[in-house]
C-alpha cells in the first residue's frame, strides 16, 4: 500500500519538475511540503501556494484548519500587492490513510469567490486511491482556470498514478547478484585482532666447544725466541 511519505515525495518531486521554490514548514500539526510559484498573466503576478501535509484521518474540521493555516502562510509570502497587482491561489491538501465524507464532500465543492485569490482543497484517500478536489471553472476565465486545474491535478496526482511510479522507481534500483552477497559463516563472531606471535628461539645446536688458542698468547714473544 501507498505510504503517506511516498505520496509527499512525489508531490515535492513535482512541485520542483514544475519550477517551483519547495520548502519543508510546519503547519499545525504537521511538517508539510509547500511550493512557491510566480507567473506573470497579463500584467498580474500570479502566486502560487501549494501546500501538502499527512495526518491519519482526513476530516472536514481538519481540513478547513489546515487549508486556513496554509492560506496565512501564502498570503504572507506573496509578491505584490493582492487583488490590485497580484493574485493568490492556495492549494492545500490533507494525505491520509482515510478520508471522511465530509471533508470529500467539502474538498470537491465549489470555492466561494475572493477578491484577488482563490483557495482550493485538496484531500487524498491512500487507501481508497481517490483524490477529492474541485476542479470545475470560476469567474476568472477559461484560461486561469484552466492553469490552475493544471497545477493542481499535476501536484496532487491520483494515488494510483504515484504508486506505478513508485514501483518503477524500486525496479529501477539495481540489484546486487545473490552470488555477490558475501555473508559470514553460521557462528562467526567478530573477534578481537590478534597480537603478533612470539618469535622463537634458534634451533638448539648443543654446547659450545673449545676455542682455539690465540697464539702467540697476547703479550709474550713467540715460543723459540
Known amino acids: 500500500m501507498l505510504t503517506p511519505e511516498q505520496y509527499l ?3 515535492a518531486e513535482r512541485i520542483q519538475r514544475s519550477g517551483g521554490v519547495l520548502n519543508s514548514v510546519q503547519i499545525g500539526p504537521a ?14 503576478t500570479m502566486n502560487y501556494c501549494v501546500v501538502a501535509g499527512a495526518v491519519p484521518e482526513v476530516s472536514a474540521a481538519a481540513l478547513y484548519d489546515f487549508t486556513g493555516r496554509a492560506t496565512q502562510h501564502a498570503r504572507a509570502n506573496m509578491v505584490g500587492t493582492m487583488g490590485w497587482t497580484a493574485g493568490s ?3 492545500a491538501g490533507l494525505v491520509g490513510q482515510r478520508v471522511y465524507p465530509d471533508a470529500a464532500q467539502a474538498a470537491s465543492a465549489k470555492t466561494s469567490n475572493q477578491f484577488g485569490g ?3 482543497m485538496v484531500a487524498v484517500d491512500l487507501t481508497a486511491g481517490q483524490m477529492y478536489a474541485f476542479t470545475g471553472g470560476k469567474v476568472w476565465g477559461a484560461a486561469m482556470q484552466g ?9 496532487f496526482p491520483q494515488p494510483a498514478e504515484v504508486y506505478q511510479q513508485v514501483q518503477w522507481q524500486q525496479a529501477q534500483q539495481p540489484q546486487l547478484p545473490p552470488q555477490q552477497v558475501q555473508q559470514p559463516p553460521p557462528g562467526w563472531q567478530q573477534q578481537p585482532p590478534m597480537a ?7 634451533p638448539y645446536a648443543g654446547q659450545p666447544g673449545p676455542q682455539p688458542p690465540v697464539y702467540p698468547p697476547p703479550g709474550h714473544p713467540p715460543y723459540g725466541y
Open 118 to 120: 482563490e483557495t482550493r
Open 31 to 44: 511538517v508539510c511540503a509547500v511550493g512557491l510559484f510566480t507567473e506573470s498573466v497579463m500584467l498580474t
Open 196 to 202: 603478533a606471535p612470539p618469535v622463537p628461539p634458534p
Open 147 to 155: 492553469a490552475i486545474r493544471a497545477k493542481l491535478t499535476y501536484c
Open 9 to 11: 515525495g512525489a508531490v
Open 89 to 91: 491561489v492556495v492549494i
